[in-house]
Antibody
């Protein structure tokens, strides 16, 4: 069974950095991209970027470029998303998601989400 | 950037009735369009990809249609578990662009 298990909720001050983990099981970690998606309270979904665990290559959405770093640790089958220079607008649930279909760019498995609250 | 616009924002439907949700792309995405369902407090679930192909385990009452810029998700006979928010997502301009619509909330009438 494919599972993506994320780290717990975080509370951060403006200007700080948060790092969230996503540990996978049930499939070969290096076979599929790992994506991260942001969802602000009561809002829609926004794709942030991805890492290819096989070689560590990343692609970031323009909105988050420069503030987000996505990495993968193949020794522990864990992906990480680090977001810096936090501001109140970054308060959101962050999901890791992967796509195991033959079509890339889809998300058929998701983590449970991690709530990040940015508040002074 | 491709902008995905969903309508209506909220759809009130009685159980057993048909629900029709729309998604429009600001430019053609061919058939590279997916639909997701999200219930409160849960992660989204993939329903449809390729505009009309149901994902594994998705009931036949969910169907998708369209191509280019206009897409529709139809739920033929709403069940209680179908009341949720639905998002469309394009993956035509990928990489690097993956964009979602703003969502349609299907609520009980």
């Amino acid at each position: 069974e494919v599972q993506l298990v994320q780290s717990g909720a975080e509370v951060k001050k403006p200007g700080a950095t948060v790092k969230i983990s996503c540990k996978v099981s049930g499939y070969t970690f290096t076979d599929y991209y790992m994506h991260w998606v942001q969802q602000a309270p009561g809002k829609g979904l926004e794709w942030m970027g991805l890492v290819d665990p096989e070689d560590g290559e990343t692609i970031y959405a323009e909105k988050f470029q420069g503030r987000v770093t996505i990495t993968a640790d193949t020794s522990t089958d864990t992906a990480y998303m680090e977001l810096s220079s936090l501001r109140s607008e970054d308060t959101a649930v962050y999901y890791c998601a992967t796509g195991t279909t033959t079509v890339t760019g889809l998300f058929d498995y998701w983590g449970q989400g991690t709530l990040v609250t940015v508040s002074s | 950037e491709i902008v995905m616009t969903q309508s209506p924002a909220t759809l009130s439907v009685s159980p057993g009735e048909r629900a029709t949700l729309s998604c429009r792309a600001s430019q053609s995405v061919s058939s590279n369009l997916a639909w997701y369902q999200q219930k409160p407090g849960q992660a989204p679930r993939l329903l449809i990809y390729g505009a009309s192909t149901r994902a594994t385990g998705i009931p036949a009452r969910f169907s998708g249609s369209g191509s280019g810029t206009e897409f529709t998700l139809t739920i033929s006979s709403l069940q209680s578990e179908d009341f949720a928010v639905y998002y469309c997502q394009q993956y035509n301009n990928w990489p690097p662009e993956l964009t979602f619509g703003g969502g349609t909330k299907v609520e009980i009438k």
